[in-house]
């Protein structure tokens, strides 16, 4: 089992910035995917970004290509969503999980085994 759990959303203006952890504990993420996803008040769980196990491979969304940034430290079992420019649009609960399948870029929330609790983002314009 992996545990993960999300911090740092809160409140922020429009072009603002913040920066998403997600810790894991239970067992090392050094052997998954990591993913984030969010989802706004009356809307589907979306695909934001995903990084490779080693970190080599990252995808994006669309909507935040160029805005958003996934990192990792295996070290510190730790995944990261840095989060630039900020639009009232990227108003959500932001939520990480795990993929154990690494040979694939997974982009719906059905490939994910483990899932954090979430932590709202909110952006004011």
């Known amino acids: 089992q992996v545990q993960l759990v999300e911090s740092g959303g809160g409140l922020v203006q429009a072009g603002g910035s913040l920066r998403l952890s997600c810790a894991a504990s239970?067992?090392?993420?050094?052997?998954?995917?990591m993913g984030w996803f969010r989802q706004a008040p009356r809307k589907e769980r979306e695909f934001v970004a995903t990084?490779?196990?080693?970190?080599?491979?990252?995808y994006y969304a669309d909507s935040v290509k160029g805005r958003f940034t996934i990192s990792r430290d295996n070290a510190k079992n730790t995944v990261y969503l840095q989060m630039n420019s900020l639009k009232p649009e990227d108003t959500a609960d932001y939520y990480c999980?795990?993929?154990?399948?690494?040979?694939?870029?997974?982009?719906?929330?059905?490939?994910?085994?483990?899932w954090g609790q979430g932590t709202p983002v909110t952006v004011s314009s």
């Open positions: 999980a795990a993929d154990p399948t690494t040979w694939r870029t997974a982009r719906t929330p059905a490939d994910y085994t483990y």
């Open positions: 239970g067992r090392t993420i050094s052997n998954y995917n």
């Open positions: 990084i490779s196990w080693r970190g080599g491979s990252t």
